[in-house]
């Protein structure tokens, strides 16, 4: 099993203006310029491959995610879609997983678990399927 913490607000840093706090998601992603898109991938890549250890899942594995929200108002399914992406990626780039194709992908469940505006989050467990 491999558990995984994500944040769900990502800042994209800018060199001539004040830097932009985003809602990590689909519909963020679907619109922002693909320099964003690349940067925010690459960090949440970067911060997966922190918590890893010398795991690896060489058979089939299951996602499950729990989001911890800041504002009632935001749209779980978009956030978890886009986490479960990055995370999907991450775990194939890292050797940790053969592969993110429904052969060995087994599905995703996510449950919102409760509101947190200190520390809004997705914890994601990764649990091999036998």
């Given at each position: 099993?491999?558990?995984?913490e994500l944040p769900i607000y990502w800042t994209q840093e800018f060199k001539t203006?004040?830097?932009?706090?985003?809602?990590?998601?689909?519909?963020?992603?679907?619109?922002?310029?693909?320099?964003?898109?690349?940067?925010?991938?690459?960090?949440?890549?970067?911060?997966?491959?922190?918590?890893?250890?010398?795991?690896?899942?060489?058979?089939?594995?299951r996602l499950n995610i729990s989001l911890y929200y800041k504002n009632a108002s935001?749209?779980?399914?978009?956030?978890?879609?886009?986490?479960?992406?990055?995370?999907?990626?991450?775990?194939?780039?890292?050797?940790?997983?053969?592969?993110?194709?429904?052969?060995?992908?087994?599905?995703?469940?996510?449950?919102?678990?409760e509101q947190d505006k200190e520390n809004p989050r997705c914890l994601i467990n990764?649990?091999?399927?036998?």
């Amino acid at each position: 099993m491999i558990d995984i913490e994500l944040p769900i607000y990502w800042t994209q840093e800018f060199k001539t203006k004040n830097n932009k706090t985003v809602l990590v998601g689909m519909n963020w992603y679907r619109n922002a310029f693909y320099h964003a898109q690349n940067s925010m991938k690459k960090e949440f890549s970067a911060l997966v491959a922190d918590q890893l250890e010398s795991d690896v899942v060489p058979n089939q594995f299951r996602l499950n995610i729990s989001l911890y929200y800041k504002n009632a108002s935001c749209d779980g399914a978009n956030i978890v879609a886009l986490v479960e992406k990055f995370v999907l990626d991450a775990l194939q780039e890292n050797n940790v997983i053969t592969n993110d194709n429904v052969k060995y992908h087994m599905g995703t469940t996510w449950s919102v678990i409760e509101q947190d505006k200190e520390n809004p989050r997705c914890l994601i467990n990764v649990s091999e399927v036998k």
